[in-house]
């Protein structure tokens, strides 16, 4: 049976606005390009482009041959988790789009992977081909389509530094030491198994989307998914808008290594060591620096590939051995601005409950277009108060998500001082405003809620959440203190430590949790989305 791989993408400029799709199918065996489609679709959204490229990937796969079997790669999380039935398809232009997908093969002989941006290219470039063909009138056309050019093609064995190879090869080491014959290793880019397993390209990337913010790989990501290997607690992978530069290597398991800018590897130091030491001769040979025959040489390849499994799977001392599995992510996303706002003036949840001002609106917009193009928000849970709920449905909506409330995200009651800026409080409530500043337990004046409290009542809401959505990332919309709280706690800072953190209004954060109990603090106060 003949096994496909269908890349596809869509666009938008201005979703809606003028959009376009491109689908790309190519042979699972030796990667060799089959078919290119793309087309001008005229006004449509993102997904709505999205799901065409999908359309026309598998028709044309189908076309080549309608018994083989097919693996979808996309970047939109929102169209892969659609079709595989993870999320729910409420939009009414995309429900008889998936409905028409799913019928284009058995749903047995199809299987559909999450790629980054920087991984699907080729489709990418076919959809904005086609967008400008259609700006000048113009029909696209396969015959002067440039959208396969310098499209980078993986060397067999994956380049030195590639996270999933390193990892794939140390796996093999390990099989080997304990008396088994090492398999051949399936080359960086195979095509992934009838059931969906993917090859050892996956996490060969690292380059960023243009215009993200995410330096932490995402093709080191990717490996987190496909290819579980030894990691140590409070590494991982940097989520979904994620700018800290200390996301470690989740496929190598290894800490310390920086998150690859965009074009770098994302480089495993047990896989660099393995590609060093490769080629230098027998084990003994290698060990020693010398050289030898062909046969003597894959000895040493070998041994240098048990060196690095064995640094993968025994790491320092006071790191656990023990794969921890994917954390919960919590993205965590301030509500747009208030008429309050840029007053400076305590807004707790004690106060008037304001609404979101008109630049507001917009701030929770574009949060949810930023959120939208990245694509992994699973979930969506807001505290009660009206401006966390309204930025909260603007960004359920663009994500196609349900919300939920969680009172436990409330903003601290800040009693008399509410609607009052500080330096009104200072007038007014001199020694009850130096208590505060002073000791976490004092409370505002009339018996407002203390940040001790705060803190007890977020630590609570982080276990409920943390058991609810272990291995998912769930956006968390919330106020000023209930996020430098999660910051604070993640970190071990002390209660001071909030009165030195800036929070903009729709800001992102976000901090992952372990099954261990230990956080990875990923972002915090990210605007790069509002600019």
Do not use: C
């Not at 015959?143 to 390193?166: C, F, H, K, V, Y």
């Not at 010398?290 to 240098?304: C, L, N, R, S």
């Amino acid at each position: 049976m003949r096994e496909f791989i269908v890349e596809a993408d869509g666009g938008s400029r201005g979703n809606p606005g003028p959009a376009g799709y491109g689908a790309v199918v190519g042979d699972a065996a030796t990667g060799e390009t089959l078919v290119e489609a793309a087309e001008y679709l005229g006004v449509a959204t993102n997904n709505v482009a999205e799901y065409r490229g999908l359309l026309a990937g598998l028709r044309a796969a189908r076309e080549l041959d309608p018994e083989a079997r097919v693996h979808v790669r996309m970047d939109s999380k929102l169209v892969i988790e659609q079709m595989t039935g993870r999320w729910k398809i409420k939009h009414p232009a995309m429900k008889p789009l998936a409905a028409e997908a799913a019928r284009v093969f058995p749903p047995d002989r199809v299987t559909y992977e999450w790629i980054p941006r920087a991984r699907n290219k080729h489709a990418d470039r076919l959809a904005n081909e086609a967008m400008d063909a259609g700006k000048r009138g113009e029909a696209w056309s396969a015959a002067t389509s440039r959208a396969a050019l310098d499209i980078p093609r993986p060397e067999p064995s994956g380049p030195p530094g590639d996270a999933a190879a390193g990892a794939a090869r140390a796996r093999a080491a390990l099989t080997s030491a304990a008396g088994t014959s090492t398999t051949a290793e399936r080359p960086a880019g195979a095509a992934p198994t009838p059931g969906g397993t993917v090859g050892t390209e996956a996490a060969s990337g690292g380059a960023t989307p243009s215009g993200a913010t995410v330096p932490g790989p995402d093709g080191v990501r990717a490996a987190a998914e496909t290819t579980r290997t030894t990691r140590m607690p409070g590494t991982g992978v940097a989520p979904e808008g994620a700018t800290v530069a200390e996301a470690t290597d989740a496929a190598s398991g290894v800490a310390g290594t920086g998150a690859a800018p965009e074009g770098a590897d994302a480089s495993g130091p047990a896989d660099a060591r393995a590609a060093r030491a490769a080629g230098t001769g027998t084990v003994a040979g290698a060990a020693s620096g010398g050289t030898g025959t062909a046969p003597e040489a894959a000895g040493a390849k070998a041994g240098a590939d048990l060196r690095a499994a064995r640094a993968v799977a025994t790491p320092s001392a006071g790191w656990a051995p023990a794969d921890l599995g994917p954390p919960a992510t919590f993205v965590l996303l301030r509500h747009g601005e208030t008429p309050l706002t840029p007053q400076k003036r305590f807004s707790g949840s004690g106060g008037s409950d304001p609404s979101l001002s008109g630049v507001g609106r917009e701030q929770a917009e574009k949060a949810a277009e930023f959120l939208a193009r990245r694509g992994t928000v699973q979930a969506v849970v807001t505290s009660p108060l009206a401006r966390t709920r309204e930025t909260a449905g603007i960004v359920a909506a663009r994500l196609g998500l349900d919300v939920a409330v969680e009172d436990g995200l409330r903003e601290t009651d800040f009693g008399a001082w509410e609607g009052l800026t500080f330096g009104e409080v200072r007038e007014r409530h001199p020694d009850d405003l130096n208590a505060w500043l002073s000791s976490p337990d004092a409370e505002p004046t009339g018996g407002g809620e203390s940040f001790a409290a705060t803190a007890a009542r977020v630590a609570a809401t982080r276990d409920r959440l943390t058991a609810e959505y272990r291995g998912r990332t769930v956006l968390l919309v919330t106020h000023v203190t209930p996020i430098k709280t999660f910051v604070r706690l993640a970190l071990g800072a002390p209660p001071e430590s909030l009165f030195r953190m800036e929070l903009s209004a729709a800001s992102l954060s976000a901090v992952a949790y372990y099954a261990d109990g230990n956080a990875s603090v990923r972002l915090f106060n990210d605007t790069s989305h509002l600019r």
